[in-house]
């Protein structure tokens, strides 16, 4: 299987890479968010595709194109770099029909899951006790702590905590404003 995925990133690498570095070049980006567009893309990819009801319309090479294009629009939004309608960054992008809140959603779960795996392992445990409906009570037993109080308190620590992160990151505000 690995060998595989291999197979198929190199082919994705030699025949999708260099036309999305191209544009990215043009529009103003560097080699390096080039790469970092396409490898984040892929991850994006790899993830939906993961799910079971994953199909898409048109040719794979153009859908992942599609996913880049929209990363380096979000992308040059939190830069500021050039303000542009999404008609004029590339006529191609009309010929790619993605479901562009998937994407949003996507890439707004990879920006959470980064910081939360940041946040200490004691915060981590606790968020994911909460995320599963435990109750205060039942939390408090299994961390140790000696009331309810302590719980909310430090869910309230964590939750700052993970949210000061959030909207420090550079993507955070594309990722927050809806077109």
Partial sequence: MRNRENHI??????????????????????????????????????QVAARKNFTIEQAFEGYLYGICNKIWLK????????????????????????????IDNELRMRLYRKYFLLLPKECQRMLRML????????????????????????KYKCKETLTRSLKT???????????
């Fill in 169 to 179: 990151d550079p993507h955070y505000p594309a990722l927050t404003e809806q077109i």
């Fill in 75 to 102: 992308m040059q939004r939190s830069r500021s770099i050039h303000e542009r309608s999404i008609r004029q960054v590339e006529p191609f992008e009309s010929c790619v029909r993605m479901d562009d809140e998937k």
């Fill in 9 to 46: 990133l190199t082919y994705l690498y030699e025949k999708v890479f260099p036309p999305v570095r191209k544009v990215i070049l043009q529009k103003g980006g560097s080699e390096e968010d080039a790469k970092d567009i396409f490898q984040e893309a892929i991850i994006i990819v790899f």
């Fill in 131 to 154: 995320f599963s409906n435990i109750p205060y009570e039942d939390i408090a037993l299994e961390m140790g702590y000696k009331s309810e109080k302590i719980v909310r308190n430090k």
